[in-house]
T-cell receptor
Framework: AQSVTQLDSQVPVFEEAPVELRCNYS??????LFWYVQYPNQGLQLLLK??????LVKGINGFEAEFNKSQTSFHLRKPSVHISDTAEYFC??????????FGAGTRLTVKP | GAVVSQHPSRVICKSGTSVKIECRSL??????MFWYRQFPKQSLMLMAT?????????EQGVEKDKFLINHASLTLSTLTVTSAHPEDSSFYIC???????????FGPGTRLTVT
């Protein structure tokens, strides 16, 4: 079975500063990795996903993530955040024909 | 493409009554559907997995007689919360996945409040 650990429950950051949200995973098989964003009282929006190929994945809203197999990590980054990036971010892992497992979430708060 | 809808988006019911939530894949056939529950400020917890035409597989600790899941067609799954109680109040999210696919597509969620 797969599992995900998000290393930070809360990340406060000032507007226009860079940010990194950390995610480690565990699995005995090849996996697919995802980052989702959730705004209050809304569903999940896919930011980006890693399936195979290039380890640097670019997503929407200026986010990117790097898959590191040796460190079993998939950290999310953005070079310059905006107030509108304030939200809950979830890292998730799945294997083909398996269910998806989510991390506990990281609350990103962007301050002016 | 790959749109999943949920209905209703919000529902308030009285304690002891039952409520049904629908999850539909609008533009693809979903051989597998998943139901998640999310409490405030917490992550999504998988409740059950259902394959079209088969009985749902429930996660440990989820009462299958309380949370009835039906996946009658390749585009529709329903979750019925029977004899709802205030502690069942939560955000319920479904997702759908085509056969042999790696990605799930999520619905917008249903906010259930039991008074």
């Amino acid at each position: 079975a797969q599992s995900v650990t998000q290393l930070d429950s809360q990340v406060p950051v000032f507007e226009e500063a860079p940010v990194e949200l950390r995610c480690n995973y565990s699995s005995s098989v090849s996996v697919y990795l995802f980052w989702y964003v959730q705004y209050p009282n809304q569903g999940l929006q896919l930011l980006l996903k890693y399936l195979s190929g290039s380890t640097l994945v670019k997503g929407i809203n200026g986010f990117e993530a790097e898959f590191n197999k040796s460190q079993t990590s998939f950290h999310l980054r953005k070079p310059s955040v905006h107030i509108s990036d304030t939200a809950e971010y979830f890292c998730a892992v799945s294997a083909i024909n398996n269910d998806m497992r989510f991390g506990a979430g990281t609350r990103l708060t962007v301050k002016p | 493409g790959a749109v999943v809808s949920q209905h209703p988006s919000r529902v308030i019911c009285k304690s002891g009554t039952s409520v049904k939530i629908e999850c539909r894949s609008l533009d693809f056939q979903a051989t597998t559907m998943f139901w998640y529950r999310q409490f405030p400020k917490q992550s999504l917890m998988l409740m059950a997995t259902s394959n079209e035409g088969s009985k749902a597989t429930y996660e440990q600790g989820v009462e299958k007689d309380k949370f009835l899941i039906n996946h009658a067609s390749l585009t529709l799954s329903t979750l019925t919360v029977t004899s709802a109680h205030p502690e069942d109040s939560s955000f319920y999210i479904c997702s759908a996945r085509p056969r042999n696919h790696y990605e799930q597509y999520f619905g917008p969620g249903t906010r259930l409040t039991v008074t």
